[in-house]
Nanobody
Framework: QVQLVESGGGLVQAGGSLRLSCAASGRGFSRYTMGWFRQAPGKEREFVARIWWSSGSTFYADSVKGRFTISRDNTKNTAYLQMNSLKPEDTAVYYC?????????WGQGTQVTVSS
């Protein structure tokens, strides 16, 4: 089993920044990716960003490209999402995700609220 624990959410004004963290524990995998998704009230969960753990390659949704940065710390088994130039439409519950060998794990989510 894998446990994912997110932290770092909160309330911020438009134009501000937040950094989310996702700490992974449990069984290890040789190849996996970690990503961030978000779900706003009344909307479907949507992809935000993904990082390939071994190579560090990244991929972003168009809506956050240039504003958000996903990174990882191998020593801490932790992924981060640095969010800059936040907009009210970024308000959502943000979920961490780990994909490995056909298995998918989710964190409990952390609320991000951007006020205008």
């Amino acid at each position: 089993q894998v446990q994912l624990v997110e932290s770092g959410g909160g309330l911020v004004q438009a134009g501000g920044s937040l950094r989310l963290s996702c700490a992974a524990s449990g069984r290890g995998f040789s190849r996996y990716t970690m990503g961030w998704f978000r779900q706003a009230p009344g909307k479907e969960r949507e992809f935000v960003a993904r990082i390939w753990w071994s190579s560090g390659s990244t991929f972003y949704a168009d809506s956050v490209k240039g504003r958000f940065t996903i990174s990882r710390d191998n020593t801490k088994n932790t992924a981060y999402l640095q969010m800059n130039s936040l907009k009210p439409e970024d308000t959502a519950v943000y979920y961490c995700n780990l994909d490995a060998v056909g298995l998918t794990y989710w964190g409990q989510g952390t609320q991000v609220t951007v006020s205008s």
